[in-house]
């Protein structure tokens, strides 16, 4: 249903990712938006390009990315483009490679696909909900579908490699997970799951925005795994409020009702839910 713009997420994808390079390979200059959120000239650029091709594809649509001061003039509720021009900005300055463009389309306030190019690897992710997700590497287009794993001890764990939360130990002794591993942008932990290099992510924190969620969520449902807030609810986009406040599940979907109880246990503890969810 949506192959036509799935196809122009992945092509805008992939320039602005040779935009980032340029400057990931320069002397750039970092500034800061707020405590702990750096924001560079690949970032602006990026968002930039980004924006303006995704308006002359689809002149009808809004666009909503991280780095413009507004959203965009056109507000077509149904159908919303969410975009983050370098998920993993201190990655991006750390220099390792692992940051990524990413830019989802939710429609009738469900993210129903997404792009997530990695530029440092050339890898790129692409998903559509219904047709099927996949990973391009060089001229390999490969089918994704996320582990089918049930037992919560034997998942793997991705976690952020610029913070630990402080209740990740707590959530691997409860699930009885061994396995941990680290990434840098969201997008590139859902590529994870996808690929079942890893099974499970949560994040739980207030701070992420529906730029950091609709493109990921379309790639692992479409991979068949499942994306929620902390609650276990369905995340909503929409114009009115880009946050997404409760946090973030993404789990196979083989072990998703076993996980989420002991995941909104703690989420309730931190004040991100309800007890009741």
Not at 55 to 68: C, G, L, T, V, Y
Not at 79 to 107: C, H, Q
Not at 179 to 197: D, P, Y
Not at 224 to 239: N, P, S
Request: hydrophobic share 40%; with cysteine.
């Amino acid at each position: 249903m949506w192959s036509r713009e799935l196809k122009w997420a992945a092509e805008i994808a992939r320039e602005a990712g040779s935009v980032l390079l340029e400057v990931y390979a320069s002397d750039f200059q970092v500034d800061w938006k707020g405590k702990g959120d750096p924001v560079t000239e690949a970032d602006r650029r990026a968002n930039r390009l980004i924006v303006e091709r995704l308006h002359e594809a689809f002149p009808q649509d809004s666009i909503i990315a991280e780095e413009s001061e507004r959203a965009s003039d056109v507000w077509a509720e149904s159908r919303i483009w969410y975009v983050d021009p370098l998920d993993g900005t201190k990655e991006f300055i750390a220099k390792n490679g692992e940051f990524s463009v990413m830019i989802g389309l939710a429609v009738d306030g469900r993210a129903r696909l997404g792009a997530v190019f990695q530029p440092s690897s050339g890898t790129l992710y692409t998903g559509e909900v219904g047709s099927g997700a996949w990973v391009t590497r060089g001229t390999q287009h490969t089918p994704l579908h996320v582990s089918e794993l049930h037992d919560p001890s034997q998942l793997g764990l991705i976690v952020s490699r610029s913070h630990r939360p402080a209740n990740t130990e707590l959530l691997m002794r409860r699930l009885g997970i061994q396995r941990e591993t680290t990434c840098g942008s969201v997008g590139l932990k859902i590529g994870q799951i996808a690929e079942r290099a890893a099974d499970l992510y949560a994040h739980m924190s207030d701070k992420s925005s529906a730029w950091d969620a609709c493109a990921p969520e379309a790639i692992l449902v479409a991979a068949g795994g499942r994306m929620t807030d902390l609650a276990g609810e369905a995340l909503q986009y929409a114009r009115q409020d880009v946050r997404m406040r409760r946090g973030l599940l993404a789990c196979n979907r083989a072990a998703f009702d076993a996980v989420l109880p002991v995941v909104r246990e703690l989420a309730a503890q931190s004040g991100l839910v309800s007890a009741s969810g």
